[in-house]
């Protein structure tokens, strides 16, 4: 292996770490929003990085572009796991982790039911639509992003979004502002 083969490769790993540091939440949140499963989101989470690498050897981008390839591998595992969890008709809501500024019971049974109506209304929506507002709003990428992971165009992601919002808002009784 030739010395800037090394430092290429060296490089790409820092810049790896570093995409963890900033991104991996956001993955867990995206991939959460898709399977609704908070374990297997963040076990998903890591097999992202895992994969990504395993593969950087054969990554070709910049470094700018690492961002989209992380939520690429994302979407290509929730897509996989949704397949292998199509047999199952059920797919309970896990506990959510409450923070440790220790929030009254009220506080707590209403984040709850706000995130089982919330819950609700995103499994009402289609899948592509599902996807636009996790890949936007829970892993906050750009629409420009989200269209380069999900092969649409801007246009067609902004649509999507607003007609998901639409629904959602529909759905959980909100009035526009």
Avoid: C
Wanted: aromatic share 6%; hydrophobic share 35%; charged share 30%.
């Amino acid at each position: 292996m030739s010395q800037d083969s090394t430092t290429e490769t060296r490089s790409a790993k820092d810049a790896l770490a570093s995409l963890y540091e900033e991104y991996y939440d956001r993955i867990v949140r995206y991939i959460f929003v898709r399977i609704d499963d908070q374990n297997e989101a963040e076990n998903l989470g890591g097999d992202v990085f895992l994969r990504a690498l395993q593969s950087l050897d054969s990554y070709r981008g910049q470094r700018e572009q690492m961002r989209a390839w992380l939520f690429k591998i994302a979407h290509n595992l929730v897509v996989d796991y949704l397949r292998k969890m199509s047999k199952r008709k059920d797919i309970s809501i896990n506990e959510i982790q409450i923070p440790d500024d220790k929030p009254t019971v009220e506080e707590v049974v209403e984040t709850k039911l706000q995130i089982e109506e919330l819950s609700k209304a995103l499994k009402r929506l289609t899948p592509a639509q599902r996807e636009v507002i996790g890949l936007r709003f829970f892993a906050e990428l750009s629409s420009a992003e989200t269209g380069k992971i999900l092969g649409r165009s801007n246009g067609a992601v902004r649509e999507m979004q607003r007609a998901a919002i639409e629904t959602l808002r529909t759905q959980m009784g909100v009035q526009a502002k």
